[in-house]
T-cell receptor, first 113, second 114 residues
Framework: DGGITQSPKYLFRKEGQNVTLSCEQN?????MYWYRQDPGQGLRLIYY???????QKGDIAEGYSVSREKKESFPLTVTSAQKNPTAFYLC????????????FGSGTRLTVV | AQSVAQPEDQVKVAEGNPLTVKCTYS??????LFWYVQYPNRGLQFLLK??????LVKGSYGFEAEFNKSQTSFHLKKPSALVSDSALYFC????????????FGAGTRLFVKA
C-alpha cells in the first residue's frame, strides 16, 4: 500500500544536539511538507518542497533545515538553534495541484531531555 | 491573506445526536476547503473537500460538510454521532494562487458521550 512513513515515532534530544526526522513516501507525490503541532495551536508550516532539489521556508523555519535530494524523501533536521523543539512533527505529501488534499504520516514526537 | 477559523475549541454531543463542527474562512478568489480528522498520536486523515459544484459535500465515515459562500462557512456535520467519532477535527483552506500551501485551523476537539 502507498503511504508516508515517518521515523522514529518517539525521539529524545539533549540540549545542544541536532536530530533528524525521517519522512519517506511511495505515493509519487511531487510536493512534501513539514508541520509542527503544539497543543491548542493547530499545525504550523516549517518547510515545504514542490520539486526535488528545491524547498521553501514556511512560517516557522528558524532552527530547522531540510533537504530534498530524492522525490521520495524529505528529512527534517532540528538544530540546536531551535530553542523550544518539544512538539509533535507531521510530514505530509500531495499532488502538486491546489485541489489535492494531503496525505499525512503518523508523526514523530520529539522531546528535549 | 487566506485564513481559516474554528470558533469552538471543543464540541460535546451525545451518541446518536447530530453534530456540527464550525469553520469559517477568508480567501481571495474561489476557495479550496478541506476537513481532516486526527486521532491521538496519529497523523491527520482526509475526510472531505469542497472544490466546486454542490454546496453539500459527502465524505468518509458518514460525515458531510455544507459550503455557504455568503456566510464564508464550511461546517462539518453528521446526522448521528458515534463514540468513535471522538477526535480532533481540522478545517483547512488551500492556497489557490499558485503557492499550494494549506492553512489549517486551530482544531476542534469533539467529544461524543455514550
Amino acid at each position: 500500500d502507498g503511504g508516508i512513513t515517518q521515523s522514529p515515532k518517539y525521539l529524545f534530544r539533549k540540549e545542544g544536539q541536532n536530530v533528524t526526522l525521517s519522512c519517506e513516501q511511495n505515493l509519487n507525490h511531487d510536493a512534501m511538507y513539514w508541520y509542527r503541532q503544539d497543543p491548542g495551536q493547530g499545525l504550523r508550516l516549517i518547510y515545504y518542497s514542490q520539486i526535488v532539489n528545491d524547498f521553501q521556508k514556511g512560517d516557522i523555519a528558524e532552527g530547522y533545515s531540510v533537504s530534498r535530494e530524492k522525490k521520495e524523501s524529505f528529512p527534517l533536521t532540528v538544530t540546536s538553534a531551535q530553542k523550544n523543539p518539544t512538539a509533535f512533527y507531521l510530514c505530509a505529501s500531495s499532488i502538486d495541484q491546489p485541489a489535492s488534499g494531503y496525505t499525512f504520516g503518523s508523526g514523530t514526537r520529539l522531546t528535549v531531555v | 491573506a487566506q485564513s481559516v477559523a474554528q470558533p469552538e475549541d471543543q464540541v460535546k454531543v451525545a451518541e446518536g445526536n447530530p453534530l456540527t463542527v464550525k469553520c469559517t474562512y477568508s480567501v481571495s478568489g474561489n476557495p479550496y476547503l478541506f476537513w481532516y480528522v486526527q486521532y491521538p498520536n496519529r497523523g491527520l486523515q482526509f475526510l472531505l473537500k469542497y472544490i466546486t459544484g454542490d454546496n453539500l459535500v459527502k465524505g468518509s465515515y458518514g460525515f458531510e460538510a455544507e459550503f455557504n459562500k455568503s456566510q464564508t462557512s464550511f461546517h462539518l456535520k453528521k446526522p448521528s454521532a458515534l463514540v468513535s467519532d471522538s477526535a480532533l477535527y481540522f478545517c483547512a483552506v488551500r492556497d489557490n494562487t499558485g503557492g499550494f500551501k494549506t492553512i489549517f485551523g486551530a482544531g476542534t476537539r469533539l467529544f461524543v458521550k455514550a
